[in-house]
Each structure stands twice: as structure tokens, then as C-alpha cells.
């Protein structure tokens, strides 16, 4: 069964960074696209990045483009989520999802099947 685990959520003030991990079990992940999402409170989960472990490819959210990167380490089966130039708006629960796909979308999150629990970033101004 596939597992996530995110952790490195924390308070940050506005301008700082933060790196999020998601530690992934159960699987081969190399047929695998990763993704990061968030929801904040009130609102809808979103896409925030997005990344194909095979071959590496990435794609990010517009808001976060420039200031996010997703990353992944294959000996330690983990993605990353280094998060730059941190906004009070960015403060949100971030969830890690997983699919068994290489291709198709990435951007809704009816399209993964695996979710992490999710960690709590919150940016003050």
C-alpha cells in the first residue's frame, strides 16, 4: 500500500523559506507523477507543483512559479518542495499526492490516487 508522509511545515514571516518533504513507501515510484497541492482555509484544494519521476519533468502553479521547486531523491524515495520568497498568501495545509501515471494531467486533484496527510505552512506579514 502506498504511503506519504509529509513533513517541515512550520511559521515562516513573510520573505523567508521553508522545504517540505514527502517520504513515499510502498511502491516503485518510477512510473509515478508526484504532486504538491494546498488548501487553505475556506477554500479549495489547489495545485501548487507537480513532477514525473521518471525523466524528471516539472510544472508549477503561476502564483508559485519562480519561488517554488519541486524536487525528488530516489535513493531515499522522497520529493521535496522547496518553497522561496514565502507570501502571507501561500499559508495553507500542503498535501502530497501521488498516481501510478506518467502521462495525463496533474493539475486537479481527482487525478491522484494516494494523499498524505498534509502539513500546516503558515507565513506571517
Known amino acids: 500500500q502506498v504511503q506519504l508522509v509529509e513533513s517541515g511545515g512550520g511559521l515562516v514571516q513573510a520573505g523567508g523559506s521553508l522545504r517540505l518533504s514527502c517520504a513515499a513507501s510502498g511502491r516503485t515510484f518510477s512510473s509515478y507523477t508526484m504532486g504538491w497541492f494546498r488548501q487553505a482555509p475556506g477554500k479549495e484544494r489547489e495545485f501548487v507543483a507537480a513532477l514525473r519521476w521518471s525523466g524528471g519533468s516539472t510544472y508549477y502553479a503561476h502564483s508559485v512559479k519562480g519561488r517554488f521547486t519541486i524536487s525528488r531523491d530516489n535513493a531515499k524515495n522522497t520529493v521535496y518542495l522547496q518553497m522561496n520568497s514565502l507570501k502571507p498568501e501561500d499559508t495553507a495545509v500542503y498535501y502530497c499526492?501521488?498516481?501510478?501515471?506518467?502521462?495525463?494531467?496533474?493539475?486537479?486533484?481527482?487525478?491522484?490516487?494516494?494523499w498524505g496527510q498534509g502539513t500546516q505552512v503558515t507565513v506571517s506579514s
Open positions: 499526492a501521488a498516481v501510478s501515471s506518467q502521462g495525463g494531467n496533474y493539475y486537479y486533484p481527482y487525478e491522484y490516487n494516494y
